[in-house]
């Protein structure tokens, strides 16, 4: 089956810095690979995702790149606010099943 | 759009009593249901695939007469929690998929079930 590794687990960054979360995937016939946000106690919420054609999508601050030779894919912010501060979870969707395989999360603190 | 609803959003039952958890989508029709489970400080881990109209697939490890999914129209599915033990205790997240070939899913906001 699908396996997401997500790195790195935990990442402190000041206030307007750029974050980065990177995501690795096992299966080749992965074609979609969201981001979700969560907040403490709180559903996970999309906020951005990529099928396998495209290689790059950018929405304001948040744009996710996809190298499926590499099979990784990457979360990019930038300009972080507080409000920012989350876990962060990528997923992958093996083509075969509609079911999402998570990576283990990303905890995002933003910094004054 | 596309939003799920989860009801409880907080149970707490006694040990070998069962826990029914209701999973909605409001205002889109869900084909696909899904089930996850979350610890503290941990990862969604899905449980089971619940299709309107069929048996649900569960995931390897996960008991399918302990956790029984009913998807009985296209827009409810509910996880019953039978004979609750102490390490049943979670947080318990719904999604859904919509109608025709889409890939997203939508999540509701979960069920924190203690079982003491």
């Known amino acids: 089956g699908e396996n997401v590794e997500q790195h790195p687990s935990t990442l402190s960054v000041q206030e307007g810095d750029s974050a980065v979360i990177k995501c690795t995937y096992s299966d080749s016939a992965s074609n979609y690979f969201p981001w979700y946000k969560q907040e403490l106690g709180k559903r996970p919420q999309l906020i951005i995702d990529i099928r396998s054609n495209v290689g790059e999508k950018k929405d304001q601050r948040i744009a996710v790149t996809l190298n499926k030779t590499a099979k990784h894919f990457s979360l990019h912010i930038t300009e972080t606010q507080p409000e920012d501060s989350a876990v962060y979870f990528c997923?992958?969707?093996?083509?075969?099943?509609?079911?999402?395989?998570f990576g283990t999360g990303t905890r995002l603190q933003v910094t004054l | 759009g596309a939003v799920v609803s989860q009801h409880p959003s907080w149970v707490i039952c006694k040990s070998g009593t069962s826990v029914k958890i209701e999973c909605r989508s409001l205002d889109f029709q869900a084909t696909t249901m899904f089930w996850y489970r979350q610890f503290p400080k941990q990862s969604l881990m899905l449980m089971a695939t619940?299709?309107?109209?069929?048996?649900?697939?569960?995931e390897q490890g996960v008991e399918k007469d302990k956790f029984l999914i009913n998807h009985a129209s296209l827009t409810l599915s509910t996880l019953t929690v039978t004979s609750a033990h102490p390490e049943d205790s979670s947080f318990y997240i719904c999604?859904?998929?919509?109608?025709?070939?889409?890939?997203?899913?939508?999540f509701g906001p979960g069920t924190r079930l203690t079982v003491t």
């Open positions: 999604s859904a998929r919509g109608q025709g070939v889409t890939y997203e899913q939508y």
């Open positions: 619940s299709n309107e109209g069929s048996k649900a697939t569960y």
């Open positions: 997923a992958a969707n093996p083509g075969t099943a509609s079911k999402l395989t």
